[in-house]
């Protein structure tokens, strides 16, 4: 598909991060305040936690299905520039509670997208897509081949990466998609159960845990720091030929779970105990390449190596206070659900036996009085 190119050069301007308060949000956030650029973070605290948004920005408590404070925000401030990292990220778990995935994810991009194209003052709409979109598609996963999300969560994320496209075919809305995959680092939720297998381990090591793997761990990812991406993904919009294209963005180098559980072990300096669970449906080898974001972004593109990554992880995680599991959406569909994560379930009493669904039919007036008002950082 052809796009309609970029508006402008980059030169500082107003900055919307949605999903702030998250974990890459809050890095990216962070590298656009460095570049000079205003940084509004605009987060539910859904998954995030106040606290990651950095200084210098304006917090604003909010949701992006809320189409009436996003255009009264985008009327008040007159975004330059969108950084959309605001989602409900479980891609497993999205199975079984397809509905809210869809309607979190991919209505709440809808919805942005409606404020970006209305302001008429969007230079620029750079989004978080994920590797999920390719699915279990075998060999070396390019740009070019086409995508085959096999999950709720990875077809969310291709339907917005559509979406996007064709509010540039339509609207002229210039946009950048970045393919993100395995991201870890310092602020992620360490409390999250359902993803990011580095915070799953470097959580129950802390708590003196065995490592809980998945299958017989010889399945292999590409773990990437989250400096490697932050950067990028901050200056990208300074870079006219990413406009209008879809980029995979990550570190190289793939690595089994047996591997990296032994890595964090003894980045936490502690005896390798794995305790192996039943496999799950998944891809088994997937690796992205990524000659286009070397191309694009050449020298900006620096894979800090796993064993650097995980001990300053770990450093992190071990000063910050134990995090706790949030409630989440409920569970719309029971059968299949992993017994492991029943029984983690059970023990914290949140999902499973909420009386009602946390989000749920929500309107957006209740949704914003549930998630609370806009306020400044102290
Ligand atoms: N971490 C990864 O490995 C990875 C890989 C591929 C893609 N991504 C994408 O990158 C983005 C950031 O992921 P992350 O790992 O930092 O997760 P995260 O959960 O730390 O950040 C997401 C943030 O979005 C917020 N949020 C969720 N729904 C919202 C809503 N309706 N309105 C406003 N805010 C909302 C959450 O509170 C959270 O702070 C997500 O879009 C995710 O799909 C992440």
Known sequence: MKTKGAKTAVQPGKCLVTGGAGFIGSHVAEALLR????????????????????RGALFIRGDINDGNLLVEQFKKIRFDYVFHFGAFAAEGLSHFIR????????CGTATLIDAAVNSGSVRAFVFASSAAVYGKAPGKL????????CDPYGISKRASELDIQTANQFFGLPFIIFRLHNVYGERQNLADPYRNVVGIFLRQLLAGKRLSIIGDGKQTRQFTHVSTIANVIASAIGVKQAFGEIINLGAGKSYTILELARKCSKAAGSPFDPDFLPPRDEAPHPVCSHIKARKLFGDKMVDLPLETGLQRMFQWASTVAPMVLKPGPSLEIAQ??????????????????????????LANEQRRREFGDTRRLP
């Open 99 to 106: 509905e809210f995935t869809f309607r979190n994810n991919q």
């Open 336 to 361: 299949g659900f992993p017994e492991h994560w029943k029984n983690l379930l059970r023990s914290t009493q949140k999902l499973l036996e909420s009386p009602k669904p946390q989000f749920e039919g």
């Open 35 to 54: 570049a000079g650029h205003k940084v509004v973070c605009l987060d539910n605290l859904a998954g995030g936690f106040q606290e990651n948004a950095p």
């Open 142 to 149: 390019s740009e070019r081949i086409a995508p085959e999300p």
